[in-house]
């Protein structure tokens, strides 16, 4: 099986490190394709270095780091470095903090298993949900020892019939139950609030500096979503793709006289 691994948080974060082990379980190492974005690109969602010129570094054998996006990294993997022969599998990530609700709007991770998906190659989101607790050394390991047998879940019975549908996996902070007990299929869920809220700091009087950062507390009213299960303690594996149409509004909106 030929895997190609990429991700949002950067070459050199330790989710990916841990997803070429992931890898490694599933194929062998000259089947399996590292291209990642340099530095940290999180929250950049589906965005493309458009009409931009973008250095790209060979590492090693099959391993390359790009000054880019997450999306950047997949368009120059299936169209340049692999457009020969395509990868089986794309897996992004293992991100540093869940991709829930709405997060799938603005997340790198989840952006490189869309363009992906919308390429024809089956992909896979992995997030790591983790509790900010000092003693969190080694946040991936619940996922290192199940990720392998759930991509391969999903590609055996998804591979030749999901085109253009990526998959949603988010892995809890503290699992409450053994894998694969724990798997939860789950929508997308909505949060009560947006996840997002922005500081501002006065300079001068026409002047300000600003932030945005995640709200510290929130909540979903759907106890059967991704944001709820998750939270609650399991593995939360959810089908996504770019058809975003809101079915019941645009019949309406045929109705609309203009």
């Known amino acids: 099986m030929r895997i190609l691994i990429t991700n949002d948080d950067g070459f050199n974060a330790d989710g990916i490190k841990s997803l070429k082990k992931i890898a490694l379980e599933m194929s062998t190492e000259e089947n399996i394709f590292v291209v990642a974005p340099s530095d940290n690109q999180s929250a950049k969602s589906r965005s493309i270095s458009y009409k931009t010129e973008f250095h790209i570094t060979k590492k090693c054998d099959n391993q390359y780091s790009v000054d880019g996006t997450p999306t950047d990294c997949i368009i120059f993997a299936l169209d340049h470095l692999l457009k020969d022969k395509k990868p ?10 869940y991709n829930l609700a709405e997060d ?39 996922a290192e020892k199940c990720s392998s047998k759930l991509c391969l879940s999903i590609y055996k019975n998804f591979s030749l019939s999901c085109k253009k549908i990526a998959f949603n996996v988010n892995f809890p902070a503290n699992p409450k139950k053994r894998y694969p007990e724990c798997v939860k299929i789950t ?41 709820t299960n998750c939270l609650a ?3 939360t594996v959810s089908p996504i793709s770019m058809h975003i149409i809101e079915e019941r509004i645009f019949q309406e909106l045929k109705k609309v006289q203009f």
């Open 233 to 235: 303690g399991n593995i």
């Open 104 to 142: 799938v709007f603005y997340s790198g991770t989840i952006a490189a298993a869309m363009e992906g998906a919308d390429r024809g190659v089956l992909s896979i989101a992995l997030s790591q949900a983790y509790s900010g607790a000092e003693e969190e050394l080694s946040p991936f390991l619940f």
């Open 187 to 227: 929508p997308i869920g909505r949060r009560y609030v947006s996840n997002f809220a922005i500081k501002l700091y006065t300079k001068s009087e026409n002047s300000y500096m600003a932030k945005i950062d995640s709200v510290t507390k929130n909540s979903s009213s759907a106890p059967e979503d991704d944001y």
């Open 88 to 97: 089986d599998l794309i897996l992004s990530g293992i991100n540093w903090g």
